[in-house]
């Protein structure tokens, strides 16, 4: 999902996070526009570069969806990480990291975000 309305909190992540909103977030700022919010302040952490550049910061994340079983949420991590500059190369280096200490359980979880993601890069 792409941001719509360059107002709000929701719409202002959509923007950093290079014009993606994920639905979870979109779904979260219909049902609870207050929590959306918290979510924000959060988030911020993995929007900005510190001593670990943003770009590293949603590969960790790619790799903790992926280690925790969340399918839904590898397609919107590794986008965004896409967003911030990380290369088909990374995003798959991530995932032989998480099969290497996870399984190949972890391919599976991964394989239908990445090939979304990839897909869509090609076209």
């Known amino acids: 999902m792409t941001c719509k309305n360059p107002d709000g909190v929701a719409d202002?992540?959509?923007k950093d996070m290079g014009g993606f909103m994920p639905g979870t977030l979109k779904t979260i700022k219909e049902l609870d526009p207050d929590?959306?919010?918290l979510i924000d302040m959060m988030d911020g952490y993995c929007l900005t570069d510190g001593e670990i550049d943003k770009k590293t910061k949603r590969l960790i994340a790619l790799a903790c969806v992926i280690m925790h079983g969340c399918q839904s949420c590898v397609y919107s991590q590794a986008k965004v990480a896409k967003n911030f500059g990380a290369s088909k190369k990374e995003i798959l280096e991530v995932i032989k990291v998480c099969?290497?200490?996870?399984?190949?359980?972890?391919?599976?979880?991964?394989?239908?975000?990445?090939?979304r993601l990839f897909n869509e890069w090609d076209a």
Request: net charge neutral; aromatic share 8%; with cysteine.
């Open 99 to 115: 099969v290497l200490t996870g399984g190949v359980p972890s391919w599976a979880i991964a394989k239908e975000g990445i090939s």
């Open 35 to 37: 929590f959306i919010e």
């Open 12 to 14: 202002k992540m959509c």
